[in-house]
C-alpha cells in the first residue's frame, strides 16, 4: 500500500525543498514584510493598527530572513521563537483588547460568533506561546548532535 501511495504522490512530496525555491520564498516574505511596513508608515488610521502591522511586518521579515539565511540550529530555534512570541501576541490582543470581530456562522447570535471567535484566536495564541517557549528551551539547550 505504501508503494502505491508513494508511486501516485512521488511528484508532488519532494524530499529535501530546493534552495532556490526556499531562498525565493524568502524573498517573497521580505517583500510582503516591506509593503506591510509601507501601508503601515501611510495609513492614516490610528495608531494602534499601525503598531500592529509593524509587528506583522517584523514577524514577515524574520520569517523571510530565516529561509534566505538558511539559519540552523540556535540561531534557527531564536528566529522561530521571535515569530511565535509576535503571532502569540497578536492573537492575545485580538482575544482580549481586538474589538468586533467579523463574520463568523451563519444562523447563531452574533455575541455567540464573537465569543466564539475570541476564544479561538486565545486557544492558537496558547498555541504558538508555547512553541515560542519550545523555541526558546531549543535556544538554551540545542539537542545533542
Same mark, same amino acid.
Given at each position: 500500500?505504501?508503494?502505491?501511495?508513494?508511486?501516485?504522490?512521488?511528484?508532488?512530496?519532494? !524530499?529535501?525543498?530546493?534552495? @532556490? &525555491? /526556499?531562498?525565493? =520564498?524568502?524573498?517573497? +516574505?521580505?517583500?510582503? #514584510?516591506?509593503?506591510?511596513?509601507?501601508?503601515?508608515?501611510? !495609513?492614516?488610521?490610528?495608531? @494602534? &493598527? /499601525?503598531?500592529? =502591522?509593524?509587528?506583522? +511586518?517584523?514577524?514577515? #521579515?524574520?520569517?523571510?530572513?530565516?529561509?534566505?539565511?538558511?539559519?540552523?540550529?540556535?540561531?534557527?530555534?531564536?528566529?522561530?521563537?521571535?515569530?511565535? +512570541?509576535?503571532?502569540? #501576541?497578536?492573537?492575545?490582543?485580538?482575544?482580549?483588547?481586538?474589538?468586533?470581530?467579523?463574520?463568523?456562522?451563519?444562523?447563531?447570535?452574533?455575541?455567540?460568533?464573537?465569543?466564539?471567535?475570541?476564544?479561538?484566536?486565545?486557544?492558537?495564541?496558547?498555541?504558538?506561546?508555547?512553541?515560542?517557549?519550545?523555541?526558546?528551551?531549543?535556544?538554551?539547550?540545542?539537542?545533542?548532535?
Amino acid at each position: 500500500m505504501s508503494q502505491l501511495f508513494s508511486f501516485c504522490y512521488a511528484h508532488l512530496m519532494p !524530499d529535501q525543498p530546493d534552495n @532556490q &525555491q /526556499r531562498r525565493n =520564498m524568502g524573498m517573497v +516574505a521580505i517583500g510582503a #514584510a516591506g509593503v506591510i511596513a509601507y501601508l503601515a508608515c501611510h !495609513d492614516p488610521k490610528a495608531l @494602534q &493598527q /499601525r503598531q500592529l =502591522m509593524i509587528v506583522g +511586518a517584523v514577524i514577515f #521579515a524574520l520569517g523571510g530572513v530565516q529561509l534566505v539565511t538558511n539559519a540552523q540550529g540556535r540561531w534557527s530555534a531564536l528566529m522561530g521563537g521571535v515569530v511565535c +512570541a509576535g503571532m502569540s #501576541a497578536l492573537g492575545f490582543y485580538v482575544a482580549f483588547f481586538g474589538g468586533q470581530l467579523r463574520g463568523g456562522i451563519p444562523f447563531i447570535p452574533d455575541a455567540w460568533n464573537q465569543t466564539f471567535g475570541k476564544v479561538l484566536f486565545g486557544f492558537g495564541a496558547c498555541l504558538t506561546a508555547a512553541m515560542a517557549l519550545w523555541f526558546f528551551y531549543r535556544v538554551i539547550k540545542p539537542p545533542p548532535k
